[in-house]
């Protein structure tokens, strides 16, 4: 009875990924021995020893070896575990005495588990003798020299098959490659005429899930003689020792999964030899043996196979290395120019893209990024500057590797369907937790050509309270159009940007280094003229002193004996000293903007503007002017330094004032995550020309004639607000008032309040 996958009470994944390998069964054609060394007692028996043997299992059970075998045979076993290497033993002949006089040849398959227990297994022997050396050079020579042949792969491949066919007589044989999505896929094959084709057909993974695919990486050849046959129970079920199941990781005779079964029925398939195919440790494919009959094929001869396997696979490896050579050399060509390139560029990302070959070249994409702080350079045909910052965070939540690298990015990110014309495929690189390379690929449309409906791959019945899987009845051909899908990147595509990414790395922390040296030296420079520029204008003042002192005194004491001349001189003495005196003052106040500690707390900015309108009060009064303000916040700031940044600007507004009474207004903007203040006036304003050079120290539009000052009052704003974190800047033109701009960041608590809902905006907004 089928039932809903959707149901929350059924789950697939348990089901698919259920431990096969501790199945309590095995395959009735022979018979298996968990064994407790060193005496070789029997702990546990498969319960068909009375077809094989003629003795009942609990009468062998809590047995040794010894009760079944003669002491010749037992002593020769016990060398040989003692000598380490069971596959030196592998197989033994061996005769077990059946009920009565009767002996019955077996084969016998010793092997340890993952817990270190001993397991044999018997399989009946079709021959008395072992296949000699010889017959295993001679199959390898011959299937070799055909390789030798064709320098094509597909060729290859399809001699692999037929040369496996020729050697076990199966009815099909397929070469059975993994793609990187678990999928898989019939690249060759050898067949009876009146099979229906396997070849160029997909599987989906579900055909062999991840136990499954685990299994056939560390048991390389496995046999179903007779997929009709019925399984034997193990007994007892649970290990005495172990008080657990027993791990038939590496058995040889341990039964599949009921759906496995019931799935090569569904094909037509009465036995079937599967060989692994490994490659840099994890299984690149098989080699799958089909018979519609039942079939038996010997120790020997399977271990035969697995070594064609291997010698043949080996090729494969190495042909599969050779058509990528030239690719690779090319790459690795493309990459040592882009780090001799990043070498000589001041900032290493114009070096990858603003040179032939540049960052493109390296994986054959169409764009490419490189985001680095909060910015991002891009190159060829790339999302918009919002989706890449919205993929980035993606990406920092969400990737831990080396590298990433996906054919399908909406798959895994349903947003990038909006850009999937541009970026179907992704090759991303971190270069730090916040910085990364991004490579892109568009959607390349295209047919695929199933084994059956991938989209009904299996189903889940129930019988009796038992909820199972049962495989597809149907293999048909089943052509699906696959969208949202790139051109896949090649291995040594991955590799070349993986080799990218270290030597940016490497660049980064030398440049790093440079500027941490850099910083240290400025910061030094800095602070012995900061020290320089205190000492030098406090020791000023006493000499200033003195000059403006004697100067008043010489008029004091001749006043009557000066003409006009001397006295209009020593004024202008006077005033001078004065101006000086004044520059010094705003000197000191520029020096210590920085040097002393600010306390940052949180400061009422309307308390702050009252304290600078006190100060100002007089000359407020003396102009007529109007100070309005809106609603001030609270912020993090210094109190006496936000105090002297509004004294100064609306100082600035009346000082610059026009005919009228100044009219000034201060005015407050929250934005994401900063405050955006404004002193607007109604004064003479400011050619756009000179929008930045007014902030620079000394920098003076006006002589002081027309209007007396240092050139200090902006300069010394800029600094507080650079201190604070912010930025500060005009929009004025001449004849219409000006308006002062700068911002104060949000403080450290409300921020995390406000990223915390961003963050939640993102991730039920945008569906990440």
Same mark, same amino acid.
């Given at each position: ?57 609990? /009468? ?7 009760? +079944?075998?003669?002491? =010749?045979?037992? @002593? *020769? &076993?016990?060398?040989?575990? %003692? ?29 340890? /588990? ?7 297994? +018997?399989?009946?022997? =079709?021959?008395? @003798? *072992? &296949?000699?050396?010889?017959? %295993? ?632």
């Amino acid at each position: 009875m089928g039932i809903d996958l959707q149901s929350p009470e059924i789950n697939v994944t348990s089901l698919k990924e259920a431990p096969i390998h501790l199945f309590k069964q095995i395959q009735p054609y022979g018979v298996l021995l968990v064994l407790e060394e060193p005496e070789l007692k029997i702990l546990q028996i498969s319960n068909n020893t009375w077809n094989v043997f003629g003795i009942n299992p609990e /009468n062998i059970l809590q047995k040794t070896l010894d009760d +079944l075998l003669d002491p =010749f045979q037992v @002593e *020769n &076993i016990k060398a040989g575990l %003692f000598a380490g290497n069971l596959e030196f033993i592998n197989p033994t002949k061996i005769w077990v005495r059946k009920k009565g006089d009767d002996y019955a040849v077996f084969d016998a398959v010793f092997h340890r /588990n993952s817990e270190g227990i001993l397991i044999l297994e +018997l399989e009946p022997a =079709f021959s008395r @003798e *072992n &296949i000699p050396f010889l017959s %295993f050079y001679h199959l390898a020579k011959a299937s070799i020299n055909q390789l030798e042949k064709t320098s094509n792969l597909r060729d290859f491949c399809q001699i692999i098959v037929q040369e496996v066919r020729k050697v076990t007589g199966f009815d099909r044989v397929m070469l059975y490659k993994f793609d990187d999505d678990g999928h898989g896929s019939v690249v060759a094959e050898e067949k009876l005429e009146s099979m229906e084709p396997y070849l160029g057909l997909h599987y989906p993974e579900s055909d062999i899930p991840k136990p499954a695919r685990k299994l056939f990486a560390s048991n390389l050849i496995r046999l179903i003689p007779d997929s009709y046959a019925e399984p034997v129970q193990i007994v007892p079920a649970i290990n005495p020792v172990s008080d657990r199941p027993v791990d038939l990781t590496n058995s040889i005779l341990r039964s599949a999964a009921s759906c496995h079964m019931e799935y090569l029925h569904n094909m037509g398939v009465g036995a079937s030899l599967t060989i692994s195919l490994i490659k840099d440790q994890k299984l690149w494919g098989l080699i799958a043996c089909h018979h519609q009959e039942p079939k038996h094929v010997s120790y020997e001869l399977r271990k035969a196979c697995e070594f064609l396997g291997r010698v043949i696979f080996a090729e494969i490896s190495a042909r599969e290395e050779t058509e990528d050579y030239d690719y690779r050399m090319s790459l690795t060509h493309i990459q040592s120019l882009l780090i001799e390139y990043m070498s000589q560029e001041e900032n290493f990302i114009d070096g990858l893209v603003k040179h032939q070959p540049n960052l493109l070249n390296l994986t054959s994409a169409q764009g490419a990024a490189v985001c680095f702080g909060d910015h991002c350079t891009v190159i060829g045909e790339t999302p918009k500057e919002e989706d890449l910052n919205f993929l980035v965070q993606w990406l920092k939540n969400n990737v831990d590797e080396e590298v990433f690298y996906t054919d399908s990015l909406p798959q895994i990110y349903p947003d990038a369907e909006r850009f999937k014309n541009v970026a179907s495929g992704l090759l991303a690189i971190p270069i730090s937790r916040r910085n990364f390379v991004l490579w892109f690929r568009p959607e390349v449309i295209q047919t695929v050509n199933w084994g059956g409906d991938p989209n009904n791959a299996f189903e889940v019945s129930q019988s009796e309270g038992n909820v199972r899987l049962c495989p597809r009845k149907s293999f048909e051909l089943w052509k699906e159009t696959v969208r949202l899908t790139s051109l896949p990147w090649r291995s040594v595509e991955v590799k070349a940007a993986l080799e990218l990414r270290k030597a940016i790395v490497n660049i980064v922390l030398r440049q790093a280094d440079e500027l941490a040296q850099l910083a240290q030296d400025l910061e030094r420079s800095n602070a012995e003229l900061k020290k320089f520029a205190y000492v030098a204008s406090h020791d000023l003042q006493e000499p200033l002193n003195q000059v403006a002192n004697y100067v008043q005194l010489l008029e004091m004491r001749y006043h009557a004996e000066l003409d006009e001349d001397a006295k209009e001189f020593i004024t202008y003495a006077v005033e001078g000293v004065s101006l000086m005196q004044t520059l010094i003052d705003d000197v000191l106040v520029y020096s210590k903007v920085d040097t002393q500690a600010i306390a940052f707390q949180l400061t009422e900015v309307e308390t702050a503007l009252d304290r600078a309108l006190s100060n100002l009060r007089q000359r407020i009064l003396e102009t007529g002017g109007t100070i309005t303000h809106d609603s001030l916040p609270t912020v993090m700031a210094g109190s006496t330094q936000l105090m002297q940044l509004f004294q100064n600007l609306i100082a600035n507004a009346i000082k610059f004032r026009s005919d009228q009474a100044p009219q000034i207004h201060v005015g407050a903007e929250r934005l994401e995550d900063e405050w955006l203040f404004s002193v607007r006036d109604n004064g003479i304003g400011i050619d756009p020309q000179f929008s930045d050079r007014i902030f620079v120290i000394f920098q003076r539009l006006h002589t002081r004639d027309e209007y007396p000052g240092t050139g200090m009052g902006l300069a010394i704003c800029k600094k507080i607000i650079e201190c604070h974190r912010g930025r500060i800047w005009v929009e004025s033109q001449l004849g219409e008032g000006a308006t002062f701009y700068f911002t104060i960041p949000v403080g450290g608590r409300e921020r995390e309040r406000r990223n915390g809902r961003k963050t939640q905006n993102n991730l039920f907004g945008r569906g990440q």
